[in-house]
């Protein structure tokens, strides 16, 4: 008799029938995350302050009830409290959240005359709307023994100046991270990926999008021998999302086509 574990297939569709929220989802990562999570067989519910950005969602996907936008600010709790209770009004359960949402420009200005309001903008519009919309999706996840992904940056490792706020912002994620892993688990898994490069400019609205150009040498920069794309964050986070998975929480996960193991000389 062989001890030996048979051979598991991989499942098509990961997250058949599960719910799954998507902050900033109607554009870029976020997209490229709300797609994913649809094509592994999902429901998504996406939140963002561009309405214009997340109806053209639901008319270009056309995957009938299986994805709903709603408007939400996820620096304001009452906006966080009410994107929630629509979500569990609308499909009966959350399996899985997806923080993405927050100001997408890091290069700002000198910390010497950096304003408190921009510093709070990235601030609010990362680090503590990653709390909040956590914070009020998790009794549901609980309940569904889901799991979170947070969208952290490459920047938490590295940096070019005047990056302080967004850095700060995205380094509050990381570490909010692993300490929401420890006291959520085993009910909650808990993960963040680091996007490196991500060219979004065809992943944006109708309105704005755009076919991206970089050359030869901006791809040339990645061991991967290219920039990233939406798709590759969020076949991750489906992974992630997953109970593929079931034995990773806690971590961050760097996704930049080996672009920060590079050596670089001036």
């Known amino acids: 008799m062989s001890l030996t574990p048979p051979i598991r297939p991989f499942d098509a569709t990961p997250l058949l029938d599960r719910v799954v929220l998507v902050t900033g989802g109607a554009q870029g990562i976020g997209r490229g995350i709300a797609q994913a999570v649809l094509g ?126 967004y850095a700060s912002a995205k380094g509050g994620i990381a570490g909010f991270t692993h300490a929401l892993a420890i006291s959520e688990g085993p009910r909650v898994r808990v993960n963040a990926i680091s996007p490196g490069w991500i060219v979004t400019d065809d992943w944006r609205k109708p309105s704005a999008r755009r076919t991206p150009k970089l050359s030869k040498r901006d791809h040339a920069q990645h061991p991967a021998g290219r920039a990233g794309t939406p798709d590759d964050i969020g076949a991750l986070a489906v992974h992630l999302l997953s109970d593929a998975s079931g034995f990773i929480t806690g971590q961050n996960l760097v996704v930049d086509g080996g672009m920060t193991r590079k050596m670089q000389y001036a």
Not at 56 to 79: I, K, N, Q
Not at 85 to 94: C, E, N, P, Q, T
Not at 106 to 134: E, K, M, N, Y
Request: net charge negative; with cysteine.
């Open 40 to 165: 592994a067989g999902g429901r998504v519910v996406i939140g963002d302050l561009d309405r214009d950005a997340g109806k053209a969602c639901l008319t270009e996907w056309d995957v009938g009830e299986r994805a709903r936008f709603l408007p939400l600010d996820v620096s304001r709790e009452t906006s966080v409290r009410a994107f929630i209770s629509k979500a569990l009004l609308a499909f009966g359960r959350i399996d899985g959240l997806v923080n993405n949402a927050g100001p997408a420009d890091p290069v700002i200005d000198d910390v010497s005359t950096l304003s408190l309001a921009d510093w709070r903008r990235f601030i609010d519009g990362h680090l503590t709307g990653t709390f909040l919309c956590s914070k009020h999706a998790l009794p549901a996840l609980r309940e569904a023994r889901g799991a979170i992904v947070n969208i952290a940056s490459s920047r938490v490792v590295q940096s070019e100046p005047h990056t302080e706020a």
